[in-house]
């Protein structure tokens, strides 16, 4: 079936560097993408989302591209922190449903190193 | 206002047994879902939910797993004669009433381990 993967499984940067994870998705039919974090023992918490009719959305620190010609998402993270250290997932829209009904990437660990 | 509840955080059950998790959304929450996650993968969708209605259940498996979302209470995953590929973190999420977003807030998860 088709399903939303990872480039990158682990990534590790310095704090303030500049962070990009990157996504690729296979459903065209996606009109929904969002980015996920998960520290250690807890569950997913909501980063930020975009709908296919932007290219484009930014949040506090967090950027997000999509790219739909190459079915790309990456998310940008000003000045990391390490508090930022955790695994990120990006998420799509399964099967053009209104609802909830998400297919998960992977995932991929950021590192941030004092 | 409280976030996604689930409890127990960690459920320990021998093969055979039965697990049951339970999930109370977010204060205006109505609609509920599942997802499980096994070690080193992403988030798999289980089950949606509202009040007293399955909406969708395409992600759960056919035998020894069923969810309610009874008027009053909270959402219940049950699985019944536990077996090892079944130890996973059960994630609940919940989204507002009447929206029908697809921005889910999760729970802390319930870890089942069956030995």
């Known amino acids: 079936g088709e399903s939303v993967g990872l480039h990158l499984p682990t990534l590790s940067v310095q704090e303030g560097d500049n962070s990009i994870i990157n996504c690729a998705y296979s459903n065209s039919a996606s009109d929904y993408f969002i980015w996920y974090k998960q520290e250690s023992g807890k569950g997913p918490q909501f980063i930020i989302d975009i709908r296919s009719n932007m290219d484009k959305r930014q949040g506090q620190r967090v950027t997000v591209l999509l790219n739909k010609t190459v079915k790309h998402l990456s998310l940008q993270i000003a000045a990391t922190q390490p508090g930022d250290s955790a695994v990120y997932f990006c998420a799509e829209n399964a099967g053009g449903t209104s609802y909830g009904k998400l297919t998960f990437g992977q995932g991929t660990i950021l590192t941030v190193h004092p | 206002n409280a976030g996604v509840m689930q409890n127990p955080r960690h459920l320990v059950r021998r093969r055979g047994q039965e697990a049951r998790l339970r999930c109370s959304p977010m204060?205006?929450?109505?609609?509920v879902y599942w997802y499980r996650q096994l070690p080193e993968e992403g988030l798999k969708f289980m089950v949606y939910l509202q009040k007293e209605n399955i909406i969708d259940e395409s992600g759960m498996p056919k035998e020894r797993f069923s969810a309610e979302f009874p008027k009053e209470g909270p959402s219940i995953l049950r699985i019944q004669q536990v077996v090892r590929g079944d130890s996973a973190a059960y994630f609940c999420?919940?989204?507002?009433?009447?929206?029908?977003?697809?921005?889910?807030?999760f729970g802390p998860g319930t870890r089942l381990t069956v030995t």
């Open positions: 999420a919940s989204s507002p009433r009447g929206d029908g977003s697809q921005t889910l807030y």
């Open positions: 204060k205006g929450h109505s609609h």
